[in-house]
């Protein structure tokens, strides 16, 4: 069975910077793509940024510039570094992988709060 687990999350004043992994366990294979999406509160799931198998990337308008998104295929890991955080980033990120069959995994999520 295959599970992603988020790491990463935490307390940070604006202006801050974080770095969330997310590492896929299990028997998983041929993954097309990678992305962040997160929840803030009262607010529906957005996307934050995806990466393809190639490493085509793709942000949101509001993170663009500050967010990075990266893969290391050989551990089924993806990261998405953080910089000059805003308080409006606060929110639950969840990770998702896309397999070759369309099947997507999403983490259970981890907690970005970003205040003083």
């Known amino acids: 069975q295959v599970q992603l687990v988020e790491s990463g999350g935490g307390l940070v004043q604006p202006g801050g910077s974080l770095r969330l992994s997310c590492a896929a366990s299990?028997?998983?294979?041929?993954?097309?793509?990678m992305g962040w999406y997160r929840r803030a509160p009262g607010k529906q799931r957005e996307l934050v940024a995806t990466i393809t198998s190639g490493g085509t990337e793709n942000y949101a308008d509001a993170v663009k510039g500050r967010f990075t998104i990266s893969r290391d295929n050989a551990k089924n890991t993806v990261y998405l570094q953080m910089s000059s955080l805003k308080a409006e980033d606060t929110a639950v990120y969840y990770c998702n992988f896309v397999v070759i069959n369309l099947t997507n995994y999403w983490g259970k999520g981890t907690l970005v709060t970003v205040s003083s």
């Open positions: 299990g028997r998983i294979f041929s993954i097309r793509a």
